[in-house]
C-alpha cells in the first residue's frame, strides 16, 4: 500500500564543497536561491548486442556507465561563486582603487573543471534521508542573463555527477539518504 505521507514538495538548495561526513567544507558554495525548483537525474548509457538472426532487436543490455545531472535557475548574480568554479573564471581588482572590480570569463579550450561533493537538501528538512549527496560534482556554467520587463535576471547552473574511483563503492555517484551511515 503506498504511504502519502512519502509524497514531498518544496524548494531546495545545492551546496558544492560537503566533507564525507555531510558538513559544509571551508569555501562550499550554496546555492539556497532557486528559480523553478532544483532537478537531479541521472543518465545510464547500455551496450545492447544484436545477432544476424534478430536483426536490430537487441539480445542483451549491459550497462555500459552512468553519470547524473543537476540544473537549476538561480537569481543569485554572485560572479564571486562563478570564480570558484569555473576555471575560465577571473577576478581582477582595480590596484587603485579596490572597490573597482571586474569579473573575466575566457573561452580557451583545456581547462579541468574542479571536482567537489554536493548535496542536495530541502530547505527547511533536517531529516538526513532526505538528502541527496552526489559524489564527484563539476559544475558547468554558460551564462544565460535575461533582461525583461517581467522577469528578473537569473542564472543557470548545469552539474555534472561523475563516478568516483577513489570512493567505497569505487564508482560511487550519488548517496540517498544519510551518508553517515556505514554497514
Known sequence: MSEVNNIYAGPGEFIWGIDEDGNEESGAITFDLTQ??????????YFEPTTDQTGTAPVDSISTGTTGAVTFDTPDMNFEKVVSYNPNAGKVVDGTTPSKVKYQVTGLA?????????????IGVTDPSRFIYIESVGIKFDVNAGFKLDDNQKMTISAIAYPDLNAIPKGLLYTWGDITATA
Do not use: M, Q
Open 110 to 122: 583545456g581547462k579541468k573543471l574542479p571536482r567537489k561533493r554536493a548535496v542536495i537538501k530541502p
Open 36 to 45: 523553478g525548483g532544483i532537478n537531479f537525474t541521472t543518465t545510464t548509457t
